[in-house]
Every structure is written in structure tokens, then in C-alpha cells.
């Protein structure tokens, strides 16, 4: 079963053919990376203008990259939410006309599924599972006990841990996009900064505006008593932080809830500190972890497509009355 995926959710056009939902057959990613980038940050209605721009030009391209015609094509999944609302719309109603015009199955995914399900694009997701979802709109932890069954344990409660690392990235004078510039420096610097752990309680829940707000209040400080900043250890402490709880309380849903499996899905799943402390305590708890290959971790359409593949043997299908929803629960 083929599965065109789209993907419009931010910044990127991305559209990918996935066959039975784990063989990747062709992706096209068109991002607005280096546009946005002059202004610091995605602006929506460029962003918005941008799709419009480039979504026929990505169906063409995928389509021609996998030899293939929407004849062959047995079922169109699209991201409905959550994101830019403009951004979403372009996508949703590519994949309606598209939907409309073949006759093909409209297939509704929602943004973090498709997160997740870009891991099965690596290896079969083995269940019962705990996903931790990291991004820049979503920092999760999530319980599936079967394919599509997906359970909210917890989230952050104001920043998102990708959110919090573009903020912090602009006050010490890192360009966009923040996270992977933080990344990279905290790899040459040392944890010499005294940073709150955020949020450091027995729930699944996080919180990234105190770490946040500390960051800033001590590069204010240090500033206005003339010191100097290290922006390497700053970048150390920082993200030695956030990879620290976030770990804790991953490791604190998989045993509580007896899971043996982990995956790591969103855009901070290619941060390699996270990477590497994540994989330390699971190796130390034999637990199994699948974080999916970079090209995965941010928006792209294959994993909208395995996804897809999923809801739709799920029954998971809508009409041409399917709607954009900028914020939408995970279930």
C-alpha cells in the first residue's frame, strides 16, 4: 500500500511516498530555513506564502523521484494540526484537491504521530513503548500500548525544551535556528554555571521559562558588572539542564509504568547531547531505545506518510469537510 504523506505544518513543504508504512520509497523536503533566519525565527505568514509557493512543485518532484503517478497512489495522508494554522491550510488543501480529484482516501494525521511513526521508518516500533517527544512547539511523554493508541502522560507547561533552546540561543548571540548551534557549542565548553534543574518533581509534566529566565538574569548580571561570558560553558550548563530532567522523568514513566522500550521523536531528537545522556541511562537500565536517523527528526513527510499507513488500518479517514486546528490533542 502506497501513502503519499504532506507535511506543512511550520516551515518546511515535504511531501514522501512510504510503502506499507516502513520503506521509504522517495521524499522531497523544501525547507524556508535560511528565509526565515533573516528575521530570527519562522514568520508565519511568509512561511504560509512559501507553501503555497513550492507545494505544487514538491508533488511534482516526489512523484517524478519515485517513478510514479498518483494512479499508483492508494491513500493521501496529511498533517491537520497542530501548527501554523496558514501553514497547515496550504497542505490540507493540497491533499483535499488531490483527495477529490483521484478519488483517494484522506487520511488525518496528527503532527506528533507522524514524530513518532517517523521511528518505524528505522525498525518496528515494539510495544508496550514510551515515546518522549521533543521539539520546538512540543516537549511529551507519551504511553503506547498497540500501534495507534496513543496515551498523554505529560507536557510541558509553558516552554517547549526546543522553544526554550532558540531563546536562549539569542541571548547569548547564537543565529537561528538556536538548538543546534546551543548544541554544538555546550560540546566544547564545561558546566560551570549555577542553573536551576526546571521543574524537578515526580510528575511527567516539564517547564523550560525558569531555566529559561535564568539564563537570561545571569548574562544580565554578569553584563552589568562587566564579566565576561562564557558562552561555551553557559551552552554546557544550560543543556546539561534540560538533558538532565528530561531523562530523569523518561526513565521515571518507563519504570513506573514497566516499559522496556523507549523511542525519541521531534526536532531536539537530533541533539547529540540528548542523544548521548538518553542513550547512557538506557544502557544502564537495559532499556531498548530507537531515536530515528537526523533526516527524521524534523518535519518531513515520510513520516506523515507511515504514519498514515497506520491510522488508515486503524479506520482513521475524513471527509473534504476535514479542518486545520492549530492546537489539537494527541489521540
Known amino acids: 500500500m502506497y501513502i503519499l504523506g504532506i507535511e506543512s505544518s511550520c516551515d518546511e513543504t515535504s511531501m514522501s511516498i512510504i510503502k506499507d508504512g516502513t520503506i521509504e520509497v522517495a521524499t522531497v ?33 516526489v512523484l517524478k523521484k519515485a517513478n510514479m503517478t498518483m494512479d499508483d497512489i492508494d491513500g493521501i495522508a496529511v498533517t491537520y494540526g497542530p501548527g501554523l494554522i496558514g ?20 487520511i488525518p494525521v496528527h503532527h506528533i504521530a507522524g514524530h513518532i511513526y ?20 512540543h516537549t511529551e511523554l507519551v504511553y503506547m500500548k498497540e500501534d495507534y493508541s496513543f496515551e498523554f502522560l505529560g507536557g510541558t507547561l509553558d516552554d517547549a525544551v526546543g522553544e526554550a533552546y532558540d531563546k536562549v540561543a539569542r541571548v547569548i548571540g547564537l543565529p537561528y535556528p538556536g538548538g543546534p548551534n546551543v548544541d554544538k557549542l555546550a560540546s566544547l565548553g564545561e558546566d560551570t554555571y549555577d542553573l536551576p534543574l526546571p521543574l524537578n518533581d515526580e510528575s511527567y509534566n516539564f517547564s523550560f521559562s525558569g531555566l529559561k529566565s535564568a539564563v537570561i538574569n545571569l548574562v544580565h548580571n554578569e553584563t552589568q558588572r562587566g564579566n565576561e561570558i562564557i558562552k561555551e560553558n553557559l551552552a554546557t550548563s544550560f543543556q546539561n539542564r534540560v538533558t538532565e530532567i528530561l531523562v530523569k522523568k523518561t526513565i521515571m514513566a518507563l519504570k513506573n509504568y514497566k516499559v522496556n522500550n523507549l523511542i ?46 497506520y491510522a488508515y488500518s486503524k479506520g482513521h479517514k475524513a471527509d473534504l469537510s476535514l479542518n486545520a486546528k492549530a492546537t489539537v490533542e494527541l489521540k
Do not use: W
Open 29 to 61: 523536503v523544501l525547507s524556508q530555513m535560511d528565509t526565515h533566519a533573516y528575521y530570527g525565527g519562522v514568520v508565519p505568514e511568509i512561511a504560509s506564502r512559501m507553501h503555497i509557493e513550492n507545494i505544487t512543485l514538491v508533488l511534482d518532484e
Open 87 to 106: 501553514s497547515l491550510l496550504v497542505g490540507l488543501m493540497a491533499a483535499k484537491t488531490l483527495s477529490f480529484i483521484y478519488n483517494k482516501p484522506l
Open 118 to 137: 517517523a521511528n518505524n521508518l528505522v525498525k518496528p516500533l515494539k510495544f508496550p513503548l514510551i515515546a518522549l517527544v521533543v521539539s520546538g512547539g
Open 264 to 309: 525519541v521523536a521531534g526536532g531536539v531528537a537530533a541533539n547529540k547531547g540528548l542523544r548521548m545522556h538518553l542513550k547512557a541511562a538506557c544502557d544502564k537500565e537495559n532499556i531498548n531505545l530507537t531515536i530515528p536517523d537526523i533526516k527524521y527528526c524534523t518535519d518531513n513527510g515520510a513520516m506523515i506518510g507511515a504514519a498514515g499507513y
